[in-house]
């Protein structure tokens, strides 16, 4: 059974940083892509990040300079790295297997002074 589990989300002031987790169980991890979405209130869930089986990093252009993202094969985990944290970066932050259903519950990152 594929598990992916996020953690590490909370309340932060602008300019602030936050690290997310997601640790994922029941997959080959490492054959696998791994990609971060958010969907803030009342909007989409949106593609933020995305790293490949080479641990090469894509970004949404808003987030680029950034969010880090990270992978450890050796842990089955992937992480977000965010700086410089802005209000409408306000959302739940969700883990996903590239290209397949499997979802993390998400964590919320809330953006606020």
């Not at 590490?8 to 054959?31: E, K, N, R, T, W």
């Not at 970004?59 to 950034?66: I, Q």
């Not at 977000?80 to 209000?87: I, V």
């Not at 739940?92 to 998400?106: E, I, L, M, R, S």
Request: aromatic share 10%; hydrophobic share 30%; charged share 15%.
């Amino acid at each position: 059974q594929v598990q992916l589990v996020e953690s590490g989300g909370g309340l932060v002031q602008p300019g602030g940083s936050l690290i997310l987790s997601c640790a994922a169980s029941g997959i080959d991890f490492s054959i696998y892509g791994m990609t971060w979405y958010r969907q803030a209130p009342g909007k989409q869930r949106e593609f933020v990040g995305t790293i490949n089986t080479r641990s090469r990093p894509y970004y949404k252009d808003s987030v680029k300079g950034r969010f880090t993202i990270s992978r450890d094969n050796a842990k089955n985990t992937v992480s977000l790295q965010m700086n410089s944290l802005k209000p409408e970066d306000t959302a739940v932050y969700y883990c996903n297997v590239a290209n397949t259903p499997y979802w993390g519950q998400g964590t919320q990152v809330t953006v606020s002074s």
